[in-house]
Protein backbone atom coordinates (compact mmCIF):
# COMPACT_ATOMS: atom_id res chain seq x y z
CA UNK A 1 0.00 0.00 0.00
CA UNK A 2 2.70 2.20 0.62
CA UNK A 3 4.48 1.67 -2.52
CA UNK A 4 1.08 2.11 -4.04
CA UNK A 5 0.88 5.79 -2.44
CA UNK A 6 4.72 6.38 -3.17
CA UNK A 7 3.58 6.06 -6.93
CA UNK A 8 0.34 7.89 -6.84
CA UNK A 9 3.15 11.00 -4.75
CA UNK A 10 5.54 10.31 -7.60
CA UNK A 11 2.85 11.41 -10.63
CA UNK A 12 0.94 14.20 -8.36
CA UNK A 13 4.48 15.52 -8.37
CA UNK A 14 5.18 15.40 -11.47
CA UNK A 15 1.71 16.73 -12.59
CA UNK A 16 2.59 19.36 -10.71
CA UNK A 17 5.18 20.39 -12.68
CA UNK A 18 3.69 20.20 -15.71
CA UNK A 19 3.75 16.42 -16.87
CA UNK A 20 0.89 15.59 -19.44
CA UNK A 21 1.52 12.21 -18.97
CA UNK A 22 1.81 12.08 -15.18
CA UNK A 23 -1.76 13.95 -15.12
CA UNK A 24 -3.51 11.36 -17.53
CA UNK A 25 -1.76 8.49 -15.58
CA UNK A 26 -3.47 10.11 -12.27
CA UNK A 27 -7.04 10.31 -14.78
CA UNK A 28 -6.61 6.98 -15.63
CA UNK A 29 -6.43 5.72 -12.02
CA UNK A 30 -9.23 7.52 -10.93
CA UNK A 31 -11.57 8.13 -13.17
CA UNK A 32 -13.58 5.22 -13.62
CA UNK A 33 -13.60 4.73 -10.07
CA UNK A 34 -15.33 7.89 -9.20
CA UNK A 35 -17.72 7.51 -12.14
CA UNK A 36 -18.42 4.46 -10.31
CA UNK A 37 -19.13 5.99 -7.32
CA UNK A 38 -20.92 9.15 -9.11
CA UNK A 39 -23.01 6.82 -10.90
CA UNK A 40 -24.00 4.99 -7.74
CA UNK A 41 -24.93 8.12 -5.40
CA UNK A 42 -26.05 10.08 -7.93
CA UNK A 43 -28.19 7.48 -10.13
CA UNK A 44 -27.85 8.87 -13.82
CA UNK A 45 -24.94 8.86 -15.95
CA UNK A 46 -25.24 12.40 -17.14
CA UNK A 47 -24.28 13.34 -13.64
CA UNK A 48 -21.70 10.80 -12.72
CA UNK A 49 -20.05 12.25 -16.24
CA UNK A 50 -20.52 16.51 -14.37
CA UNK A 51 -19.15 14.83 -11.22
CA UNK A 52 -16.12 13.40 -12.54
CA UNK A 53 -15.49 16.33 -14.89
CA UNK A 54 -15.63 18.97 -12.26
CA UNK A 55 -13.89 16.85 -9.55
CA UNK A 56 -10.96 16.53 -12.06
CA UNK A 57 -10.99 20.81 -12.93
CA UNK A 58 -11.19 21.26 -9.82
CA UNK A 59 -8.54 18.98 -8.42
CA UNK A 60 -5.85 20.53 -11.29
CA UNK A 61 -6.66 23.98 -9.99
CA UNK A 62 -6.10 22.49 -6.41
CA UNK A 63 -2.94 20.89 -7.36
CA UNK A 64 -0.48 23.24 -6.74
CA UNK A 65 -1.66 24.19 -3.03
CA UNK A 66 -2.00 20.29 -2.32
CA UNK A 67 0.35 19.12 0.39
CA UNK A 68 -0.10 15.98 2.04
CA UNK A 69 -0.04 16.30 5.61
CA UNK A 70 -0.48 12.74 6.40
CA UNK A 71 -3.31 12.33 4.03
CA UNK A 72 -3.17 10.15 0.83
CA UNK A 73 -3.69 11.92 -2.71
CA UNK A 74 -6.76 9.56 -3.03
CA UNK A 75 -8.46 10.59 -0.40
CA UNK A 76 -8.00 14.19 -1.00
CA UNK A 77 -9.12 13.43 -4.69
CA UNK A 78 -12.59 12.04 -2.83
CA UNK A 79 -12.50 14.42 -0.71
CA UNK A 80 -13.22 17.57 -3.64
CA UNK A 81 -15.20 14.71 -5.40
CA UNK A 82 -17.53 14.83 -1.67
CA UNK A 83 -17.82 18.54 -1.91
CA UNK A 84 -18.87 18.27 -5.73
CA UNK A 85 -21.80 16.00 -4.75
CA UNK A 86 -23.28 17.91 -1.86
CA UNK A 87 -23.24 20.69 -4.45
CA UNK A 88 -25.04 18.62 -7.34
CA UNK A 89 -27.87 16.88 -4.70
CA UNK A 90 -28.37 20.23 -2.97
CA UNK A 91 -28.91 22.08 -6.78
CA UNK A 92 -31.64 18.90 -7.22
CA UNK A 93 -34.64 18.29 -6.32
CA UNK A 94 -35.29 14.59 -5.70
CA UNK A 95 -33.20 11.30 -6.70
CA UNK A 96 -33.65 9.88 -10.14
CA UNK A 97 -34.02 6.15 -10.56
CA UNK A 98 -30.78 4.31 -11.41
CA UNK A 99 -30.00 3.97 -14.61
CA UNK A 100 -27.63 0.91 -14.25
CA UNK A 101 -29.47 -2.38 -15.08
CA UNK A 102 -30.07 -1.66 -18.74
CA UNK A 103 -26.65 -0.68 -19.20
CA UNK A 104 -25.49 -3.95 -17.68
CA UNK A 105 -25.97 -6.62 -20.78
CA UNK A 106 -22.30 -5.92 -21.98
CA UNK A 107 -21.77 -7.21 -25.58
CA UNK A 108 -18.90 -9.48 -24.44
CA UNK A 109 -20.94 -11.84 -22.83
CA UNK A 110 -24.40 -13.69 -24.32
CA UNK A 111 -27.91 -13.16 -23.50
CA UNK A 112 -28.06 -15.30 -21.24
CA UNK A 113 -25.16 -14.47 -19.41
CA UNK A 114 -26.02 -11.07 -19.28
CA UNK A 115 -29.73 -11.46 -18.17
CA UNK A 116 -28.37 -13.75 -15.44
CA UNK A 117 -26.08 -10.71 -14.56
CA UNK A 118 -28.66 -7.99 -14.92
CA UNK A 119 -30.48 -9.81 -12.36
CA UNK A 120 -27.88 -10.17 -9.85
CA UNK A 121 -27.65 -6.23 -10.33
CA UNK A 122 -30.90 -5.54 -9.74
CA UNK A 123 -31.15 -7.76 -6.61
CA UNK A 124 -27.96 -5.96 -5.25
CA UNK A 125 -29.32 -2.66 -6.10
CA UNK A 126 -32.54 -3.28 -5.07
CA UNK A 127 -30.79 -4.53 -1.39
CA UNK A 128 -28.67 -1.90 -1.12
CA UNK A 129 -31.74 0.99 -1.41
CA UNK A 130 -32.61 -0.71 2.27
CA UNK A 131 -29.19 0.52 3.84
CA UNK A 132 -28.92 3.65 5.63
CA UNK A 133 -27.52 6.60 3.77
CA UNK A 134 -23.97 6.45 5.98
CA UNK A 135 -23.63 2.22 4.85
CA UNK A 136 -24.54 3.22 1.78
CA UNK A 137 -21.70 5.93 1.67
CA UNK A 138 -19.40 3.63 3.13
CA UNK A 139 -20.03 0.74 0.29
CA UNK A 140 -20.06 3.36 -2.72
CA UNK A 141 -16.45 4.44 -1.13
CA UNK A 142 -14.73 0.99 -0.47
CA UNK A 143 -16.45 -0.78 -3.11
CA UNK A 144 -17.13 1.59 -6.21
CA UNK A 145 -14.37 3.74 -5.46
CA UNK A 146 -12.29 1.49 -4.31
CA UNK A 147 -10.78 2.94 -1.10
CA UNK A 148 -9.27 1.82 1.71
CA UNK A 149 -11.31 2.17 5.12
CA UNK A 150 -8.44 4.64 6.23
CA UNK A 151 -9.07 6.82 3.08
CA UNK A 152 -13.02 6.30 3.38
CA UNK A 153 -12.18 7.86 7.14
CA UNK A 154 -10.38 10.46 5.85
CA UNK A 155 -12.89 11.41 3.29
CA UNK A 156 -16.00 11.39 5.59
CA UNK A 157 -13.90 12.33 8.36
CA UNK A 158 -14.63 9.39 10.81
CA UNK A 159 -12.18 7.35 12.51
CA UNK A 160 -10.97 3.79 10.34
CA UNK A 161 -12.45 1.59 13.36
CA UNK A 162 -15.98 3.29 12.51
CA UNK A 163 -15.61 3.11 8.89
CA UNK A 164 -15.41 -0.73 9.43
CA UNK A 165 -18.16 -1.01 11.95
CA UNK A 166 -20.44 0.62 9.10
CA UNK A 167 -19.07 -1.87 6.72
CA UNK A 168 -19.10 -4.37 8.47
CA UNK A 169 -23.42 -3.93 9.55
CA UNK A 170 -23.66 -2.92 5.99
CA UNK A 171 -22.53 -5.99 4.45
CA UNK A 172 -24.29 -8.35 7.04
CA UNK A 173 -27.60 -6.45 6.04
CA UNK A 174 -26.88 -6.70 2.44
CA UNK A 175 -26.54 -10.29 3.06
CA UNK A 176 -30.04 -10.83 4.65
CA UNK A 177 -31.83 -9.10 2.55
CA UNK A 178 -29.95 -10.83 -0.76
CA UNK A 179 -30.69 -13.89 1.23
CA UNK A 180 -34.26 -12.77 1.67
CA UNK A 181 -35.09 -11.68 -1.64
CA UNK A 182 -34.08 -14.67 -3.69
CA UNK A 183 -33.49 -17.26 -1.47
CA UNK A 184 -32.94 -20.33 -4.51
CA UNK A 185 -30.33 -18.25 -5.96
CA UNK A 186 -28.02 -15.51 -4.89
CA UNK A 187 -27.66 -17.07 -1.09
CA UNK A 188 -26.53 -20.43 -3.12
CA UNK A 189 -23.81 -18.39 -5.07
CA UNK A 190 -22.43 -16.87 -1.50
CA UNK A 191 -22.23 -20.27 -0.10
CA UNK A 192 -21.17 -22.60 -3.53
CA UNK A 193 -17.78 -23.98 -2.63
CA UNK A 194 -15.36 -23.39 -5.03
CA UNK A 195 -13.43 -26.74 -4.90
CA UNK B 1 -20.82 -14.78 9.11
CA UNK B 2 -17.71 -16.36 7.89
CA UNK B 3 -14.31 -14.02 6.05
CA UNK B 4 -15.17 -16.58 3.36
CA UNK B 5 -19.16 -15.02 2.79
CA UNK B 6 -17.75 -11.66 3.34
CA UNK B 7 -15.16 -12.22 0.79
CA UNK B 8 -17.93 -13.42 -1.37
CA UNK B 9 -19.94 -10.44 -0.93
CA UNK B 10 -17.20 -8.08 -1.61
CA UNK B 11 -16.96 -9.87 -5.14
CA UNK B 12 -20.47 -9.47 -6.15
CA UNK B 13 -20.37 -5.69 -4.94
CA UNK B 14 -17.30 -5.28 -7.12
CA UNK B 15 -18.77 -7.26 -9.66
CA UNK B 16 -21.99 -4.65 -9.37
CA UNK B 17 -19.57 -2.04 -9.39
CA UNK B 18 -17.74 -2.42 -12.98
CA UNK B 19 -20.25 -4.32 -14.64
CA UNK B 20 -23.61 -1.92 -13.90
CA UNK B 21 -21.85 1.17 -13.23
CA UNK B 22 -18.45 1.94 -14.93
CA UNK B 23 -18.76 4.56 -18.06
CA UNK B 24 -18.25 3.52 -21.48
CA UNK B 25 -15.42 4.06 -23.81
CA UNK B 26 -16.75 6.92 -25.22
CA UNK B 27 -17.66 8.92 -22.28
CA UNK B 28 -14.25 8.15 -20.94
CA UNK B 29 -12.45 9.81 -23.39
CA UNK B 30 -14.36 12.51 -23.63
CA UNK B 31 -14.11 12.84 -20.08
CA UNK B 32 -10.00 12.58 -20.17
CA UNK B 33 -10.06 15.20 -23.36
CA UNK B 34 -11.79 17.81 -21.27
CA UNK B 35 -9.54 17.27 -18.74
CA UNK B 36 -5.83 17.31 -20.68
CA UNK B 37 -7.51 20.55 -22.18
CA UNK B 38 -8.18 21.61 -19.15
CA UNK B 39 -4.48 20.93 -17.50
CA UNK B 40 -2.46 22.35 -21.09
CA UNK B 41 -4.49 25.30 -21.51
CA UNK B 42 -4.16 26.16 -17.52
CA UNK B 43 -0.17 26.23 -18.35
CA UNK B 44 -0.79 28.56 -21.11
CA UNK B 45 -3.57 31.10 -19.76
CA UNK B 46 -1.33 31.72 -16.57
CA UNK B 47 0.90 34.06 -16.48
CA UNK B 48 2.50 33.53 -12.84
CA UNK B 49 5.65 32.82 -14.65
CA UNK B 50 6.04 34.69 -17.08
CA UNK B 51 8.93 37.49 -16.44
CA UNK B 52 7.98 40.92 -16.31
CA UNK B 53 9.64 42.27 -19.11
CA UNK B 54 6.75 40.05 -21.33
CA UNK B 55 4.04 41.07 -19.44
CA UNK B 56 5.05 44.61 -19.76
CA UNK B 57 5.65 44.22 -23.32
CA UNK B 58 2.36 42.78 -23.75
CA UNK B 59 0.79 46.08 -21.63
CA UNK B 60 2.94 48.04 -23.76
CA UNK B 61 1.60 46.93 -27.13
CA UNK B 62 -1.88 46.51 -26.42
CA UNK B 63 -1.70 50.07 -25.12
CA UNK B 64 -0.01 51.35 -28.48
CA UNK B 65 -2.90 49.08 -30.27
CA UNK B 66 -5.53 50.46 -28.38
CA UNK B 67 -3.99 54.06 -28.46
CA UNK B 68 -3.91 53.48 -32.53
CA UNK B 69 -7.47 52.23 -32.51
CA UNK B 70 -8.89 55.27 -30.61
CA UNK B 71 -6.92 57.93 -32.53
CA UNK B 72 -8.62 56.21 -35.63
CA UNK B 73 -12.16 55.24 -34.39
CA UNK B 74 -11.08 51.53 -34.64
CA UNK B 75 -13.07 50.95 -31.41
CA UNK B 76 -15.43 48.57 -32.91
CA UNK B 77 -12.29 46.50 -34.33
CA UNK B 78 -10.86 46.50 -30.73
CA UNK B 79 -13.65 44.36 -29.61
CA UNK B 80 -13.89 41.87 -32.94
CA UNK B 81 -12.98 38.07 -32.01
CA UNK B 82 -11.62 36.25 -34.68
CA UNK B 83 -14.59 35.18 -37.16
CA UNK B 84 -16.23 38.99 -36.77
CA UNK B 85 -15.83 41.01 -39.12
CA UNK B 86 -13.25 43.55 -38.27
CA UNK B 87 -10.80 40.86 -36.52
CA UNK B 88 -8.61 41.08 -38.88
CA UNK B 89 -8.30 44.83 -39.03
CA UNK B 90 -7.37 43.95 -35.19
CA UNK B 91 -4.75 41.32 -36.13
CA UNK B 92 -3.21 44.12 -38.59
CA UNK B 93 -3.31 46.55 -35.73
CA UNK B 94 -1.78 44.87 -33.64
CA UNK B 95 0.63 43.46 -36.25
CA UNK B 96 1.44 47.65 -36.97
CA UNK B 97 2.62 47.97 -33.50
CA UNK B 98 4.89 45.46 -33.33
CA UNK B 99 8.87 46.49 -33.95
CA UNK B 100 10.53 45.90 -37.00
CA UNK B 101 12.69 43.44 -36.41
CA UNK B 102 15.45 42.05 -33.32
CA UNK B 103 14.03 40.05 -30.60
CA UNK B 104 11.17 42.81 -29.13
CA UNK B 105 9.44 41.28 -32.81
CA UNK B 106 10.23 37.83 -32.03
CA UNK B 107 9.05 38.16 -28.58
CA UNK B 108 6.12 40.09 -29.70
CA UNK B 109 5.02 37.71 -32.37
CA UNK B 110 5.19 35.08 -30.05
CA UNK B 111 2.99 36.67 -27.46
CA UNK B 112 0.50 36.83 -30.38
CA UNK B 113 0.77 33.19 -31.35
CA UNK B 114 -0.33 32.83 -27.59
CA UNK B 115 -3.23 35.48 -27.79
CA UNK B 116 -4.10 33.25 -31.00
CA UNK B 117 -4.04 29.89 -29.29
CA UNK B 118 -6.16 31.18 -26.34
CA UNK B 119 -8.63 32.67 -28.96
CA UNK B 120 -8.95 29.47 -30.74
CA UNK B 121 -8.82 27.34 -27.36
CA UNK B 122 -12.11 29.65 -26.44
CA UNK B 123 -13.74 29.21 -29.41
CA UNK B 124 -13.76 25.25 -29.31
CA UNK B 125 -15.04 25.49 -25.72
CA UNK B 126 -17.82 27.48 -27.39
CA UNK B 127 -17.89 24.87 -30.20
CA UNK B 128 -17.78 27.45 -32.68
CA UNK B 129 -16.08 26.43 -35.54
CA UNK B 130 -15.86 29.31 -37.86
CA UNK B 131 -13.94 31.38 -34.85
CA UNK B 132 -11.80 28.59 -33.89
CA UNK B 133 -11.00 28.41 -37.79
CA UNK B 134 -10.39 31.99 -37.95
CA UNK B 135 -8.05 32.06 -34.83
CA UNK B 136 -6.13 29.12 -36.29
CA UNK B 137 -5.52 30.80 -39.37
CA UNK B 138 -4.31 34.34 -38.04
CA UNK B 139 -1.57 31.91 -36.01
CA UNK B 140 -0.78 30.04 -38.92
CA UNK B 141 0.13 33.68 -40.77
CA UNK B 142 1.74 34.76 -37.42
CA UNK B 143 4.16 32.00 -36.88
CA UNK B 144 4.94 32.29 -41.10
CA UNK B 145 5.96 35.68 -40.07
CA UNK B 146 8.26 34.65 -37.05
CA UNK B 147 9.57 31.99 -39.15
CA UNK B 148 10.51 34.51 -41.80
CA UNK B 149 12.34 36.46 -39.59
CA UNK B 150 14.78 34.36 -38.98
CA UNK B 151 16.17 31.64 -36.33
CA UNK B 152 14.24 31.59 -32.75
CA UNK B 153 15.43 32.01 -29.76
CA UNK B 154 15.68 28.86 -27.70
CA UNK B 155 12.37 30.34 -25.49
CA UNK B 156 10.49 30.86 -28.35
CA UNK B 157 11.23 27.34 -29.72
CA UNK B 158 9.95 25.95 -25.76
CA UNK B 159 6.89 27.73 -25.92
CA UNK B 160 6.08 26.51 -29.14
CA UNK B 161 6.61 22.71 -28.39
CA UNK B 162 4.21 24.29 -25.40
CA UNK B 163 2.05 24.72 -28.30
CA UNK B 164 1.89 21.52 -29.91
CA UNK B 165 0.80 19.96 -26.73
CA UNK B 166 -2.24 22.22 -26.54
CA UNK B 167 -3.22 22.06 -30.63
CA UNK B 168 -3.04 18.48 -29.91
CA UNK B 169 -5.13 18.65 -27.33
CA UNK B 170 -7.44 20.94 -28.91
CA UNK B 171 -7.90 18.35 -31.87
CA UNK B 172 -9.94 16.10 -29.31
CA UNK B 173 -12.70 18.14 -28.81
CA UNK B 174 -12.18 20.67 -31.95
CA UNK B 175 -15.51 21.07 -34.33
CA UNK B 176 -15.02 19.67 -37.58
CA UNK B 177 -14.33 23.08 -39.39
CA UNK B 178 -11.86 23.71 -37.46
CA UNK B 179 -9.64 20.52 -37.69
CA UNK B 180 -7.80 20.99 -40.75
CA UNK B 181 -6.87 24.29 -39.85
CA UNK B 182 -5.18 22.58 -36.50
CA UNK B 183 -3.67 19.92 -38.55
CA UNK B 184 -2.11 22.83 -40.15
CA UNK B 185 -1.30 24.16 -36.94
CA UNK B 186 0.19 21.51 -35.33
CA UNK B 187 2.58 20.03 -38.31
CA UNK B 188 3.81 23.95 -38.80
CA UNK B 189 4.44 24.49 -34.76
CA UNK B 190 6.07 21.07 -35.12
CA UNK B 191 8.39 21.52 -38.55
CA UNK B 192 9.07 25.13 -36.42
CA UNK B 193 10.18 24.15 -32.97
CA UNK B 194 12.56 21.28 -34.45
CA UNK B 195 14.35 23.89 -35.61
CA UNK B 196 17.93 24.74 -34.04
CA UNK B 197 17.90 27.85 -31.82
CA UNK B 198 18.96 30.97 -33.85
CA UNK B 199 22.97 31.09 -34.06
CA UNK B 200 22.54 34.11 -31.84
CA UNK B 201 24.06 34.97 -28.24
CA UNK B 202 20.57 35.90 -27.25
CA UNK B 203 19.52 32.40 -27.90
CA UNK B 204 20.81 31.35 -25.18
CA UNK B 205 18.91 31.70 -21.64
CA UNK B 206 21.55 33.40 -19.88
CA UNK B 207 22.48 36.28 -20.42
CA UNK B 208 21.22 38.15 -22.63
CA UNK B 209 22.62 40.93 -24.79
CA UNK B 210 23.36 44.39 -23.58
CA UNK B 211 19.96 46.01 -25.04
CA UNK B 212 17.86 43.71 -22.75
CA UNK B 213 19.84 42.98 -19.77
CA UNK B 214 17.60 43.29 -17.49
CA UNK B 215 14.99 41.18 -18.85
CA UNK B 216 14.77 37.05 -18.25
CA UNK B 217 15.83 35.50 -21.46
CA UNK B 218 13.03 32.99 -21.21
CA UNK B 219 9.26 33.48 -21.19
CA UNK B 220 7.10 30.89 -20.77
CA UNK B 221 3.85 31.56 -20.93
Avoid at chain 2, 199 to 204: I, M, R, T
Wanted: proline residues 6%; aromatic residues 6%.
Amino acid sequence: MANDEEQVDDLVDRAREGDQAALGALYDRLAERLYRFAFFRLGNRADAEDLTQRTFLKMIEALPRYQRRGIPFEAWFFRIARNGLVDLLRARRSHEPLEALHAAASPEVGPEAAAELASEFASVELAMTQLTDEQKTVIAYRFMAGLTPREVGLVMGKREGTVRGLQFRALVSLRRILREAEPDDLPGRLEEDPS
Amino acid sequence: MTERDDQLLAEQLERYAVGALSPDSAQLSRMRDIVVVAYVRGGVRTTAGMPTSRRLGHRWSFALAMGVLLLGGGVVAAESGPGQPFYQLRLGIASFTLPRQGEARERGLAAQLDDRLNEADAAIRNGDGQAAEAAIQAYLHTLDELERDGGLEAAVLADLQHHLDVLRALMSTAPSQATNGLQQAIDAAKHASAETPAGKPSAVPHPSPAPHASEPATHKP
